[in-house]
């Protein structure tokens, strides 16, 4: 493909379904988000066959809401991008199914994108995206990961986490703290009101050399503070600040030494994490001081989103690469293998 294209991204990689509209000469035409936060709520965590009968549900009504807002019609549409991996494979299924249908429906290709490239290159949907090439630290439920970014499809994983995610050790400390699922966000609310003298958590993996992290052991203490202390409002907030600062500390540490690894002048946060108030306050300091650029996409593409797949989409469509009869999806796919543009 070498002449303008749109492309019709969807998004069912885990609990949310997201579809969006992406022409390669315009942008971002239209987009539509349905969160199942209700659904999972009361199951303290995502449910993978409901996730999958609520992907089912609700994507064909997104997608003819998401085409009316672009006022467009499936007749406008030259391609296809659906997420092909990784997460959970029941809902990853449902888009894929659904995406290989509508190509064959409509004469158009198809591509299964990575979730995850989709996360690190979501800045580009932004008026002012990072140049190649970047360093971006992918924080999310489910990966914490510092990546070395050349260009689309040249990523080398520079550290990852051994254990926990950042995003999941919020919400594992948030539900400890009785704020519920998902409280990542409600941990973070919570914290503005602590004390940030009164506990001190440890930064793990900080005292040795190296870009991996580890959060187990800091949803450990965690715990442990809990129980030794009364649970009043203003502690809940205290140990929420000293948890928060002890997150933020420890991927700001991270990110300025693989900054001086690679001596690269941009940083991007990507993921879920990337939302953090806190954490992005930290980085742009950080970043000020080194005189490196900091670009992140605005909150609502922090987390799963079909335009970021749509954007994706549409770039390896371009470059000739498109899906065969088969479909295919990976719970687990490495971004290294990935196919460079």
Not at 101 to 124: D, K, M, Q, R, S
Not at 159 to 186: H, R
Request: net charge negative; hydrophobic share 40%.
């Amino acid at each position: 493909m070498n002449t303008a294209v749109t492309i019709l991204g969807i998004e069912t990689s885990c609990d949310e379904t997201g579809i969006a509209v992406y022409d390669s000469e315009l942008g971002l035409l239209a987009h539509t988000i349905h969160s199942q936060t209700d659904i999972h709520a009361q199951w303290g965590g995502v449910v993978p066959e409901l996730a999958s009968r609520d992907h089912i549900r609700k994507a064909i009504p997104l997608i003819e809401d998401t085409l009316a807002a672009a006022n467009l019609t499936g007749k406008d549409i030259q391609g296809v991008a659906y997420t092909k991996g990784p997460g959970l494979v029941g809902a990853l299924l449902v888009g894929a199914m659904l995406g290989r249908t509508l190509g064959f429906a409509w004469n158009v290709p198809t591509v299964g994108v990575h979730h995850l490239e989709g996360h690190i290159l979501a800045p580009f949907l932004e008026p002012n995206p990072p140049s190649f090439p970047f360093l971006a630290l992918l924080v999310s439920g489910g990966h914490t990961e510092l990546v070395k970014v050349e260009g689309i499809g040249q990523y080398e994983i520079m550290g990852d986490t051994l254990d926990d995610a950042a995003g999941e050790a919020f919400d594992k400390t948030a539900k400890l703290l009785g704020l519920g699922y998902p409280g990542g966000a409600a941990l973070a609310k919570l914290a503005e009101c602590g004390n940030p003298t009164r506990f001190h958590f440890p930064r793990p993996m900080t005292d040795r050399p190296g870009l991996d992290f580890s959060f187990s052991g800091l949803k450990t203490f965690a715990l442990n503070t809990i129980e030794a202390n009364p649970q009043d409002e203003q502690t809940k907030a205290d140990i929420a600040r000293a948890f928060e600062d002890a997150v933020v500390d420890t991927l700001t540490i991270k990110c300025r030494r693989a900054l001086d690894q690679t001596q690269f002048k941009s940083l991007v946060i990507a993921g879920g994490v990337g939302a953090n108030s806190a954490l992005r306050q930290r980085l742009q300091e950080m970043c000020a001081k080194r005189g490196v650029s900091l670009s992140f996409p605005r909150l609502e593409f922090c987390t799963d989103n079909g335009a970021m797949i749509a954007y994706v989409g549409c770039q390896r469509l371009m470059a000739g690469e498109w899906d065969g009869l088969d479909v295919k999806v990976y719970p687990r796919w490495l971004l290294s293998d990935l196919s460079q543009v």
